[in-house]
């Protein structure tokens, strides 16, 4: 095929009045993140780079699998709700959102149980001192308190998507920005009336709470037009889930140390020790629910 110079034609104006709101819609977190950004410019030295850095720390897990989820399931549900295959559109979304949950929500307890030990191993040192892992470990923790909701967005807004509905995102997401706007003001004023010493940390909430509101209403907007039926077992998978974290964070208890260990251990003493965590913290999760009956094949997407 040869290149062709056609904006007027028709399939490239339906794309671009599809994709316009779609890119809002998809983006919401990352402008509530820009939206608190620019509020800790009004915050003590060092807010911004507080925010950012534990920003992306969050965003590892969120894009290597959330995204990535969302990514490989849009095409797949775009074809399957222009074949009129509505059940399996369903199923597919509710085998997404089964798999978003049981990776994000270890994922957040690994980040606010190891906020310090993996802020410390990655940029302590030089002008990045004891004061800055602690404050970037306050917002880390905020921020993994809706990690769930930003992975669930990736997962639900894309079902929207697939149906040419781009302007429903755009509206829920408009309404979280009011939410985190309203939110990151009210906490920036508050924390730092009360002369707390990390009020940063309230806009990292309020992107949190925004993203968790986000992931509600999309999820409220489905069920409610009967677009997501939830199979069997969801009860059941969310106890494992539960008990598999709980044994996951009592696990990492028992192999933390304090910031103090951290910051006067060497380099390579960080490394591993944190690689050791990290690793025991998988393998109690994945142990526990292959010990409470979770097994790989039921997760298997098998269409009828």
């Not at 003590?44 to 950012?52: A, D």
Request: glycine letters at 8%; proline letters at 4%; a positive charge.
């Amino acid at each position: 095929p040869r290149p062709k110079w056609a904006p007027h034609h028709a399939g490239v104006k339906r794309s671009f009045k599809l994709m316009v709101p779609a890119i809002f819609g998809s983006s919401a977190a990352q402008i509530n993140v820009l939206l608190g950004g620019i509020i800790a410019s009004l915050l003590p030295v060092g807010s911004i780079s507080y925010l950012y850095f534990s920003d992306r720390l969050m965003e590892f897990p969120l894009g290597i699998f959330g995204i990535a989820l969302g990514t490989v399931t849009l095409p797949y549900l775009s074809r399957l709700w222009a074949n009129e295959d509505k059940k399996t559109f369903s199923q597919t979304l509710d085998w997404s959102l089964k798999l978003a949950l049981l990776i994000s929500v270890p994922a957040a307890i690994g980040l606010f149980v190891l906020a310090e030990p993996l802020v410390v191993t990655l940029f302590f040192g030089g002008l990045f001192d004891e004061h800055a892992v602690r404050m970037t470990a306050l917002s880390l923790r905020a921020y993994a308190v809706g990690l769930v909701g930003f992975s669930l967005v990736k997962i639900l807004a894309p079902a929207y998507f697939a149906r040419e509905d781009t302007k429903t995102p755009v509206r829920i997401a408009l309404v979280a920005l009011f939410v985190n706007l309203v939110l990151s003001v009210s906490l920036a004023w508050y924390l730092s009336s009360r002369g707390f010493a990390g009020p940063h940390a309230g806009l990292a909430a309020a992107t949190s709470f925004a993203a968790v509101v986000n992931a509600i209403l999309l999820y409220r907007g489905l069920r409610k037009e009967r677009i997501l039926r939830h199979s069997s077992g969801w009860l059941v998978l969310l106890g494992r889930c539960a008990a598999a974290c709980f044994v996951m964070h009592i696990a990492l208890l028992q192999f933390y140390r304090p910031l103090e260990w951290w910051v006067t251990a060497s380099f390579g003493g960080r490394v591993v020790w944190l690689a050791v965590m990290v690793c025991v913290g998988a393998g109690a999760y994945f142990v526990s629910l292959l010990a409470l009956g979770t097994r790989v094949s039921q997760f298997r997407l098998r269409a009828d």
